[in-house]
Each structure stands twice: as structure tokens, then as C-alpha cells.
């Protein structure tokens, strides 16, 4: 057996999870509350994206950063997850939440028409053209060379790390907040059933707008941790990233967020894997195959319950 | 219990004229509004005569209207946008019969449109060497489509709305992911590499329609086959509408649940609404290919389906009238983008449009507008004389607007960074302006109008084929959130 190809898809496909991951939590999360696909989640991430790359343009570019690494890093993070939040805010407001009690065939399509929109207006504002993290740059690239190595020589550089090692604490910290905390409380009971939830006294309207803020956050920290490992941004990374999101969402039973973490790992596993050993240019082919018979033949997903419509 | 037969009163019968309620719309409630405005003025003079004509009338005017478009021009241009128009309300159509009258949200629909261009292409070009007969092509194409669109949903029939977007927007994908790579595909492995799709480049050297020893060359002759194959499906389209089955998908959108328990057959009506919606769109594709006698993947992407759904919504899902304005209105609107001049005056046109309709009374509406202008001369001269640089560009469109405008709109030498700052800030200020009310809506309305202009004189007629997919955007969403019904459709009323 190859062992070094075998690390190397492993590694590629552990990064990759763990950027999906964080999207597919928003995802799930808003599902669980609305009971809507939101098509722009991919959108936000982008954008998140394009903050932690304004924010290294103005520490002087890659090349010549003018702080230390680390705290570069915080305020990527924090920016992008606070702008990535705000985003996610404004479009429930002002997208979503005049349609809750419409048809659900309506709220679908506005979530089309806000991804079709972000991404358009990201185009016009940013242009169409492929920006770099370069981490690579980063103090003369020494962020990749130290890290540690696996056994066969397979290098694991300080950006995959992170980018692992970042989004497990964010992921126990909304943990943390969804098990512990009130609004996390009353998150879980809007969930439930939101009716009931409202009339014991739980403001939904907060509710709603806070999973949104903070899925929509998780999203944005997604985005800077893709941009640290993979270096490239671009208007339209929302769309793919999002689809396989998605899948990951789905696979894990949406609306169930350890499924949604463990479906990110199985995406993108399986797509490190389907590019290493099967082929590369029908990986994508091969994920969406894969969703497909999971949802034909397990709608609600591996982790998830099958829902009983009751009338 | 033996007399009680005759305590029981007659049924009684409907009146033969009286129009029967339409399932799940509480027809008084939704007219309401339509019944007050109407008979006020000329108005509703007008419309009420419209009201009487029968819908078959105003498809019949559209078709003489439509077969009309080449007799009073022999420009080769609007004759093509008009033939893209009718493929783009073939599209719309048979999306509105899975969309609009089944209440299945199909996104994976421009697949089907991509496999009908992609069938005649291979049957009817030199890449298999099959040159067949376009009457031997279209029907097994139609056929093969109708035949894909079951298979589509037949795993799919059991999944509630959702998750039935979501199969067939991947389902979607893969087409085009497998498409896009199909220049070297094996039979799981086993095979040598077939090139199948042509990957990239496409499928070029596509025949034209051809029956009878002739064939079909000229733009004009591709308009009228365009035109007849919408009119034979509208035509089959509004006779099924009008059948027990169009009622029966009527109920289904309305509620499945209570549809199955007055005993129709769901699923099967589900397998038909799709496989009808993807024949309609696979006899759409052969068009397609025959007049552009090239086919690539790209053109059966995400965008040409949020384009198709922007002409459904717009329109009205679920109208046939509102299918033909809206892949109208939208295919027109960015037909006109292209050309910067024609596009400033539809964007100023749209604005005034907008504000009539929006702001009432008219006398809110003068003080908007003189304060808008009115602002916009006062920054105008304040620039002038603290930043010459920002008045010295050229308005992009020539004549009175024109030099009204260059009197008007700041135009800064450089605008790109500007323009972006203020396309984001033009953003939040419409955001914004909607939370409001009242007066202070107004007060705020009249820089987000200035703005507006400057964001579209600076930034968006620079950058017209982005700006056009912004704006189908838009419209769903406003639309959505303002008048889901669309501009024909009628307003469905939930009743509980």
C-alpha cells in the first residue's frame, strides 16, 4: 500500500472536512430553526473569506507584514467572523423574514436569489479575478515548514494545524453555548417546535436572529481558514464550497449538528480520496453521486431521525 | 327514521355560470383589493373590459403579434433576441408546469434543457457521424428527455420539498460536472476512454433542421419554427391546465397531504409534472442547437436557471400569460443592458416607474423628486469648485439625458474605487430606507435616489454583464418579498 499517498489524501481530506464542517453547521443550524435550505450560507463564507484577505492586504500585503503572525491571525478571524455574522443578519431580516409564514417553495427561491445576488455583487465590487492568502509569503514562509511530519514524509505545515485545531474550538464552543447557555436553550426549543417555544415566552425573533449570527460567523471563520491553507479567493468559491456543505449537511442528517461535523468529514474525505485513487476530474461527480443515493435511500440522513410527518 | 327523507332539503344545484372556486384560494379574500380598485376611473374601465376578454384572446393577439416581428423589421438582431425570448418562454413553461402548477421546486431543470441540446447534437452532427432527419430526432430527443425527467424523480417522489431541491440541484450538477469532462469517458473503468460530450470545446457542426429534403437557414425561418413549437405547447399546455389532471396538480401544491387523502395519485402526478416540464425543456434544447449549431456545458449552468426562475417568478408561477411577460420583460431588460445607452434610459425609466407606483400622494412624490434634482445640483456645483476631479467624466449616454445628467451626477475621472464604496453604501441605504416610514422615508429617499445614480453613471453601466445577473437577483428577491404572485398570477390566500 502507498502510504504517502494514502497520508496525503488523509491530511487533504481532514483540512477540507473541517472547512465544511464549519459551513455545514450554519447550514444545519438555520435549517433546525426555519426549516430553510439557506442557499446564501456559501455567499457568507466567501465573504469571510474576502475580509481576512482585506485585512492581510492592509498589514502590507503577504510579503511584508507589518505584525506578528498570530495576532494577523485574530483579527482575520475576528473580523471575518463578525462581518461574515452581520451578513448573515441583515439577509434574514430583510430577505427572510417577511416570508416565514409563505409557501416554503418561497423562501427557497429568495435564498436563490441572494446567492445569485452576493456573488454578482462580490464580482462587481472585488472583481472576477483569483486573489491569493500566499501564506507561503507569510515571514518568509516559515509557517509551512514548521508543523510536524508522519511517518512516510508526509509534511502536516502550521496552516493545516490551525485550520483543524481552529475550527474543533470553535465547534466546542458552540457546543458549549448551544448546550449550556439560555439563548442556546432557547435555541434548542425554537427548534423543537417554534410555536410552542414562542408561547412560553421565548422571544423567536432573537432566536432566529442569533443562529443566524452565529452560523453565519462560523461560516466567515471557514472562509479565512480555507484562504490560510488553499490561498485562493475568488467570488464564485461560495457556490462549490457551499454545495458540498450541503452534501455534508445533509449526509449527517440536517438540522443535527455533531451529524453536520461528521458529515463534513466524510465529504471531504471522500473527495480527497475520490481525487487521490479514482479520478480527478469526476470527484465532484462522484460526491454528488454519493449524496444522491444517500438521500434516496436515507432522507434524513446518516445520523439523523427518520421525521415522521404527523398532521 | 322512516320520514326523515324528506326533511332533508334538495341539493342544490350550481348555477351553470357561476365560475367553480379554485382549489385552496379563497377567491373573495384574494380579489378584494382587485375588486375595490376596480370600476374607479378609466382605469378600471380598462380593465374591466380586459377582464372579459376570454385568456385564449390574449394568447391569439401575442401570436399575431409574435409572427408579426420579422414582417415589420429585417433587423437580424432583434430578430435573434426575439428567438431567444420564445426559447426562454419555452423554458419558463415548462418549468411553470413543474414549479408553478405542482409545487415542485425543480433545480435541476436546465439539465433537462442541456440534455435535449446535447441529444439533437450528437444525433445531428458529424461527431458520431449521424446526420438523422430532424423529424426522427426531435421526437426521440422529446421522448428521451420525458424518459429522464421520470427517472429524475422517481427515487425522488418520496422526498418532501426540500429534499427534493436539493437532489435535483445536484442532479443538475452532475450533468454539467460530467458533461464539461466528457471528452474521455470509460464505462466504470472497464472501457477504453470514449470522447462522448466533447468536453470543453463542445459539440460544434451541429446540422440544421432539416425535413423533406429541406431545410431551415435562415434566422427568420428558425423565428417561426420557434414560434409554432411555443404555440403547440402553450396550446397543450393550457388544455392540460384546464384538465383533471391540472387541477389535480393544483391541489397537490396547494397540500399534498390533503390531495392524497381525496385519493389522488401523487406520485404518479409528481413522475408526469416532471417528465412534462423536462420534455418541454429537452424540445427547447434541439432548438437551441440547431440555431446556434454549437453546444457547450457552460450554457446549462446554474445562471440559465436562476434566469429561467426569475422569468417564472416575475411573471407569476403558476400563470401561462405571466410566463409570456415575464421571459419577455427579463430577456428584453438584459437584452437592453448591453448597450449602455439604451440601458441608462430603462434604469431611469424604472426608478420613476418605481417611485410612482411607490410613493403616494403625488405631492410627496414632487418634493422626492425636486429634491432629489435638487440635490443633485447643489453637489454638483459644491463639487465643482472643491474637487474639479470629480465632475470631468462623460455620462454614458448621449442627447438631452445626457447633458442633463453631465450637469447633475458627479463623474469622477476615476470611478472605480468610488463607485464600489458607493455601490455597497447604495446597498445598505435601500435596506435601510425600507425599514422606514413615513416622512422620514421620503427624507431618505431622496439621497439613496441620488446615489443610486451615482453608483449607476459610475460603477454598473461600466460593467454591463455583471450588472444584469445583479438584477435577476433582485428581482427575486423583491419579488418574493414584496409580490409573490408575480404581475399576473393571482394572490393566494392561506386559509386555515
Redesign the interface.
Known amino acids: 500500500m502507498n502510504w504517502n499517498l494514502f497520508l496525503t489524501e488523509l491530511v487533504a481530506g481532514v483540512t477540507h472536512g473541517a472547512v465544511y464542517s464549519l459551513i455545514a453547521l450554519g447550514y444545519s443550524m438555520v435549517y433546525g430553526i426555519l426549516k430553510l435550505l439557506n442557499f446564501a450560507h456559501g455567499d457568507v463564507y466567501m465573504v469571510g473569506a474576502f475580509v481576512g484577505f482585506g485585512i492581510i492586504t492592509v498589514f502590507g500585503g503577504a510579503e511584508a507584514l507589518s505584525v506578528n503572525v498570530w495576532v494577523l491571525l485574530l483579527v482575520m478571524l475576528v473580523c471575518a467572523m463578525l462581518a461574515g455574522g452581520l451578513l448573515g443578519v441583515m439577509i434574514e431580516r430583510f430577505a427572510y423574514r417577511r416570508l416565514r409564514a409563505a409557501p416554503r417553495i418561497a423562501p427557497l427561491i429568495t435564498a436563490l436569489g441572494v446567492s445569485f445576488f452576493l456573488e454578482n455583487a462580490a464580482q462587481l465590487v472585488l472583481g472576477a479575478q483569483y486573489q491569493s492568502y500566499n501564506s507561503y509569503g507569510w515571514k518568509g514562509g516559515s509557517l509551512w515548514t514548521s508543523g510536524f511530519n508522519l511517518p512516510s514524509g508526509v509534511h502536516v505545515g502550521l496552516p493545516q494545524i490551525i485550520a483543524v485545531v481552529g475550527a474543533i474550538v470553535l465547534m466546542i464552543l458552540l457546543t458549549w453555548f448551544v448546550r449550556r447557555t439560555r439563548t442556546g436553550k432557547a435555541m434548542r426549543a425554537t427548534s423543537f417546535d417554534r410555536e410552542a417555544a414562542a408561547m412560553m415566552g421565548i422571544d423567536v425573533d432573537r432566536v432566529i436572529v442569533a443562529t443566524f449570527f452565529i452560523g453565519s460567523a462560523l461560516a466567515g471563520a471557514a472562509g479565512v481558514f480555507n484562504g490560510l491553507v488553499y490561498q485562493q479567493v475568488w467570488p464564485y468559491m461560495g457556490f462549490q464550497a457551499g454545495l458540498y456543505a450541503f452534501i455534508a449537511a445533509v449526509v449527517g442528517g440536517i438540522g443535527n449538528l455533531p451529524g453536520a461535523v461528521v458529515g463534513g468529514l466524510v465529504i471531504g474525505l471522500a473527495q480527497s480520496f475520490s481525487i487521490g485513487y479514482i479520478s480527478s476530474t469526476f470527484s465532484d461527480a462522484i460526491v454528488f453521486a454519493v449524496l444522491i443515493a444517500v438521500m434516496v435511500l436515507r432522507p434524513s440522513g446518516l445520523l439523523g431521525r427518520a421525521a415522521v410527518q404527523k398532521v | 327514521m322512516a320520514g326523515s327523507g324528506s326533511d332533508i332539503p334538495p341539493v342544490p344545484t350550481r348555477p351553470e355560470q357561476a365560475p367553480a372556486p379554485r382549489i385552496g384560494v379563497d377567491e373573495w379574500v384574494a380579489t378584494h383589493e382587485a375588486r375595490r380598485d376596480l370600476g374607479r376611473g378609466l382605469v378600471g374601465v380598462v380593465r374591466r373590459e380586459l377582464e372579459r376578454v376570454p385568456r385564449p384572446g390574449f394568447y391569439l393577439a401575442f401570436a399575431v403579434a409574435a409572427a408579426l416581428l420579422p414582417v415589420v423589421t429585417s433587423n437580424g438582431y432583434v430578430i435573434r433576441v426575439g428567438f431567444d425570448t420564445l426559447l426562454y418562454m419555452l423554458l419558463a413553461l415548462g418549468l411553470n408546469i413543474v414549479?408553478g402548477y405542482a409545487?415542485l421546486?425543480d433545480?435541476g431543470y436546465v439539465a433537462f434543457y442541456g440534455f435535449g441540446a446535447y441529444g439533437y447534437a450528437m444525433l445531428a452532427s458529424p461527431k458520431f457521424g449521424l446526420h438523422w432527419s430532424t423529424l426522427a430526432v426531435v421526437p426521440v430527443v422529446v421522448v428521451a428527455t420525458a424518459i429522464l425527467g421520470f427517472l429524475v424523480a422517481l427515487?425522488?417522489r418520496?422526498?418532501?420539498?426540500?429534499?427534493l431541491?436539493?437532489?435535483t440541484?445536484?442532479?443538475g450538477?452532475?450533468f454539467v460536472?460530467?458533461v464539461q469532462?466528457g471528452q474521455a469517458m470509460s464505462f466504470l473503468g472497464f472501457t477504453r476512454p470514449y470522447d462522448v460530450t466533447g468536453g470543453p470545446n463542445g459539440i460544434p457542426d451541429i446540422d440544421p433542421f432539416n425535413a423533406f429534403g429541406g431545410r431551415i437557414s435562415s434566422l427568420d425561418g428558425y423565428y417561426y419554427a420557434a414560434l409554432a413549437i411555443f404555440l403547440a405547447a402553450l396550446a397543450a399546455v393550457y388544455l392540460v391546465d384546464q384538465s383533471r389532471t391540472g387541477r389535480a396538480w393544483k391541489s397537490l401544491r396547494e397540500d399534498a397531504?390533503a390531495a392524497e387523502l381525496m385519493g389522488m395519485p401523487v406520485n404518479r402526478l409528481k413522475l408526469v409534472a416532471f417528465a412534462f416540464g423536462a420534455a418541454i425543456a429537452g424540445l427547447t434544447g434541439t432548438l437551441f442547437a440547431a440555431l446556434n449549431t454549437a453546444v457547450f456545458a457552460a450554457d446549462f449552468d446554474?445562471?440559465t436557471l436562476?434566469i429561467v426562475?426569475?422569468m417564472l417568478?416575475l411573471g407569476g408561477a403558476g400563470s401561462l400569460g405571466g410566463v409570456i411577460l415575464g421571459a419577455l420583460i427579463v430577456n428584453v431588460s438584459l437584452e437592453v443592458l448591453r448597450t449602455p445607452g439604451h440601458a441608462t434610459w430603462v434604469f431611469y425609466g424604472l426608478l420613476a416607474a418605481t417611485l410612482v407606483v411607490k410613493v403616494r400622494p403625488w405631492r410627496w412624490l414632487a418634493a422626492v423628486v425636486v429634491g432629489t434634482a435638487g440635490l443633485g445640483f447643489a453637489a454638483h456645483a459644491v463639487a465643482a469648485a472643491a474637487w474639479p476631479r470629480g465632475v470631468h467624466g462623460e455620462p454614458a449616454v448621449g442627447g438631452v439625458l445626457g447633458s442633463g445628467l453631465r450637469h447633475w451626477v458627479l463623474l469622477p475621472t476615476d470611478p472605480r474605487t468610488i463607485g464600489?464604496v458607493a455601490?455597497?453604501c447604495l446597498?445598505l441605504a435601500v435596506?435601510w430606507v425600507?425599514t422606514l416610514r413615513g416622512w422620514a422615508q421620503k427624507l431618505a429617499l431622496v439621497p439613496t435616489l441620488y446615489l443610486a445614480a451615482f453608483v449607476w453613471e459610475n460603477?454598473?453601466i461600466d460593467?454591463p454583464s455583471?450588472?444584469r445577473?445583479?438584477l435577476?437577483?433582485?428581482?427575486?428577491?423583491v419579488l418574493?418579498?414584496a409580490r409573490?404572485q408575480g404581475l399576473v398570477g393571482s394572490a393566494?390566500v392561506?386559509i386555515v
Open positions: 414549479v409545487g421546486l433545480l427515487p425522488s418520496r422526498l418532501l420539498g426540500d429534499y431541491a436539493i437532489v440541484l445536484f442532479f450538477q452532475l460536472t460530467v469532462n397531504l446554474v445562471p436562476i426562475y426569475a417568478i464600489n455601490f455597497v446597498v435596506l425600507t460603477r454598473l460593467e455583471v450588472t445577473l445583479i435577476v437577483g433582485v428581482i427575486l428577491i418574493m418579498n409573490p393566494r392561506e
